[in-house]
């Protein structure tokens, strides 16, 4: 265990040092950070084999640091959330970004050890694709107040889920627009008749405007 190295994350002082002293008692090397920044600088030049994170720090709570790291694609290591305030909506929702693991304070010798050790003998998280998100990719778009959820076929060849995604962009466009094919069209950069042709093909009912042509 000597070679794995454990970065803790945790504002109060006690609480760096006790776990200091407990993981290097273990044969851990380990690294201490009082807050989301100093995570940050650590992690930007190293890559831990697990971090220890606290969630109620305070400038960056520790939720939010575990979501920069997913959106930077630097969550490559296993990352364990700690919390004295714990609840179980906190922990799903830290384990559903990327933690691997929640363990409330205050810690218990055992449970923190075996933690860590299951933790970095599994890895970070791996990406999944369920079967439900494999065949549709939904989400939610907001027009004029209303929020609609939409569902995009993505278990299709290549040219008809073409079709299906510009069928939800101009249906999208139309709305917003209250049905006007000449602001569409200038919205998204198409000639006026191009899009009528366009939306003939996708089925789109539209209402054309007096002194609107086609060609």
């Known amino acids: 265990m000597g070679s794995k190295q454990i970065l803790v994350v945790d504002d109060e002082?006690?609480?760096?040092?006790?776990?200091?002293?407990?993981?290097?008692?273990?044969?851990y090397q380990v690294h201490l950070a009082e807050n989301a920044e100093q995570a940050?600088?650590?992690?930007?030049?190293?890559?831990?084999?697990?971090?220890l994170l606290d969630i109620w720090m305070p400038d960056?709570?520790?939720?939010?640091?575990?979501?920069?790291?997913?959106?930077?694609?630097?969550?490559?290591?296993?990352?364990?959330?700690?919390?004295?305030h714990g609840t179980i909506e906190t922990a799903v929702e830290?384990?559903?970004?990327?933690?691997?693991?929640?363990?409330?304070?205050?810690?218990?010798?055992?449970?923190?050890?075996?933690?860590i050790t299951k933790a970095i003998m599994e890895g970070?998280?791996?990406?999944?694709?369920?079967?439900?998100?494999?065949?549709n990719q939904k989400f939610t778009l907001n027009i004029d107040g209303r929020t609609q959820l939409y569902s995009?076929?993505?278990?299709?060849p290549l040219r008809e889920a073409r079709d299906h995604f510009d069928a939800l962009y101009f249906d999208y466009h139309l709305r917003k627009e209250v049905g006007n094919v000449m602001r569409v069209a200038e919205k998204v950069g198409l000639e006026r008749t191009h899009l009528y042709r366009k939306l003939k093909k996708l089925g789109i009912k539209f209402t054309k405007k007096r002194g609107e042509g086609e060609s």
Request: charged share 30%.
């Open 13 to 27: 002082i006690g609480i760096r040092e006790l776990l200091s002293e407990i993981l290097f008692d273990e044969g």
């Open 40 to 51: 940050r600088l650590f992690r930007n030049e190293r890559e831990p084999d697990l971090v």
């Open 60 to 84: 960056t709570d520790g939720v939010a640091l575990l979501k920069e790291w997913v959106d930077q694609d630097l969550l490559t290591m296993p990352v364990v959330m700690m919390s004295g």
């Open 94 to 115: 830290a384990t559903r970004i990327g933690a691997v693991d929640f363990l409330e304070k205050p810690i218990a010798l055992q449970k923190l050890l075996s933690t």
């Open 124 to 135: 970070a998280p791996k990406p999944q694709i369920m079967e439900d998100d494999a065949q």
């Open 152 to 156: 995009l076929p993505l278990d299709l």
